[in-house]
């Protein structure tokens, strides 16, 4: 089956520094690939995503490739804000799961000034 | 993207009780989904509410403890029943996007039980 894992964290940057955070998939067929984001107290929000292998999802500077060499999805953003806090989510959905969404555990990012 | 608001947002409520989450859009959707966040965890989906039909629950869910109607394409609730202190948690419910593929997320509903 389908199965999504990414980096534990908790990841605690500075403002302004670099941050990654690594997701493989395990997946049938071609799988869409998906980074939600949780800020403290709220639902989850779409982030980005990619539909086929080497597109690049970007949005509020945060970008990530779909790699099916590597099955990965990394998400990075070149520098962090303390807005940036939150808990994301890696996730893949295909049409062999009837495209339902499968998530990845989460990785909080906490972001100091 | 799809306007979704849970009603409550939050509750805190006795064992051995229902409560009813209610679910709805802006937009008339085809596909929406419930699911669970343990207090922690990552999201776990209860089930796919299908209008007009029983809803599709996953492995290790049940309709006596989870019951979801789905009585249009714009509004669906999930009953959490006889509720157990295990059962704190926030429930999500979510559509699927004009893509196919994309889900758009509710605010949560955040039940203690206690």
């Known amino acids: 089956g389908n199965s999504v894992t990414q980096m534990e964290g908790p990841v605690t940057l500075s403002e302004e520094a670099f941050l990654t955070i690594n997701c493989t998939y395990t997946a049938t067929g071609y799988p869409s690939l998906f980074w939600y984001v949780q800020y403290p107290g709220e639902g989850l929000q779409l982030l980005l995503k990619a539909t086929k292998a080497d597109d690049k999802g970007s949005n509020k500077g945060f970008e990530a490739t779909y790699r099916k060499e590597t099955t990965s999805f990394h998400l990075e953003k070149g520098s962090v804000q303390v807005s940036d806090s939150a808990v994301y989510f890696c996730?893949?959905?295909?049409?062999?799961?009837?495209?339902?969404?499968?998530f990845g555990g989460g990785t909080r990012v906490l972001v100091k000034p | 993207s799809a306007v979704i608001s849970q009603k409550p947002s939050r509750d805190i409520c006795q064992r051995g009780t229902s409560l009813t989450i209610q679910c709805q859009v802006d937009s008339q959707v085809t596909m929406m989904f419930w699911y669970r966040q343990q207090p922690g965890q990552s999201l776990t989906l209860i089930a796919t509410?299908?209008?007009?039909?029983?809803?599709?629950?996953e492995s290790g869910f049940v309709i006596d403890k989870f019951p979801i109607s789905r009585p249009n394409l714009t509004f669906s609730t999930l009953t959490v029943s006889n509720m157990s202190p295990e059962d704190s948690s926030i429930y999500l419910c979510?559509?699927?996007?004009?893509?196919?593929?994309?889900?758009?997320f509710g605010p949560g509903t955040r039940l203690t039980v206690t």
């Open positions: 996730a893949l959905s295909g049409k062999a799961a009837g495209n339902k969404l499968t």
């Open positions: 979510s559509v699927g996007g004009e893509g196919g593929h994309e889900q758009y």
């Open positions: 509410a299908n209008q007009g039909s029983e809803a599709t629950y």
